[in-house]
């Protein structure tokens, strides 16, 4: 069989003029690697690029699968460009929430926790504060309030000995002159 009468009975079947032109020869696979990575650069979907290339997106993926197989080090370096962007975006986006956050209140997220664990739990720490062996008193604490303090910053394990912080100690005293 001739190509022109291959191309006539895909032209039957329907396949388009762009579908021939653009069929598995290696010219043809290296042209539309280069509009491929041209739109992998742009960030373009891969619908995006096989519409804009005007092939299936069957084939782009064949042709991704190709580049993939052997080893293109320009779609490796556009891949690399992209998960390093994607966790860029995703840190700005963490941090706008953050900002936020201290522009409203004037404060950090962990230091308005802070503030509400020592408000939630101040029986408890000035308790503790008036034991005699801080120690002991916090081991008397419920599990799960210890386990707060803890996470929270408030109660901090010194050398074989458990002991409020003196953030914790700081931030009663200045609530306990405020009330005063």
């Known amino acids: 069989m001739t190509r022109a009468l291959v191309e006539r009975i895909i032209l039957d079947i329907g396949i388009s003029e762009t579908e021939i032109k653009m069929m598995n020869t290696n010219e043809n ?21 096989a519409e804009k290339m005007g092939i299936q997106p069957r084939m782009l993926r064949r042709d991704l699968k190709w580049m993939r197989r052997i080893k293109d080090p320009e779609l490796r370096q556009i891949q690399k460009n992209a998960a390093t962007k994607a966790i860029v975006d995703k840190e ?8 936020r956050f201290k522009r409203i209140t004037g404060m950090t997220f962990q230091e308005k926790t802070f503030n509400n664990m020592i408000s939630f739990y101040e029986p408890e ?10 120690d002991v008193a916090i ?32 931030h009663l005293v200045k609530s306990q002159s405020i009330e005063n």
Request: aromatic share 2%; hydrophobic share 30%.
């Open 29 to 49: 696979r290296d042209a539309r690697r280069l509009d491929i990575l041209e739109g992998l650069n742009k960030g373009l979907s891969h619908e995006k690029i």
């Open 125 to 134: 720490i000035r308790k503790i504060m008036r034991a005699k062996e801080q």
């Open 92 to 99: 700005e986006n963490a941090n706008r929430a953050g900002e």
């Open 139 to 170: 081991r008397c604490l419920p599990s799960s309030v210890y386990r707060t303090l803890k996470r929270n910053g408030i109660i901090a394990s010194g050398w074989k000995t458990l002991q409020v912080t003196q953030r914790a100690r700081n």
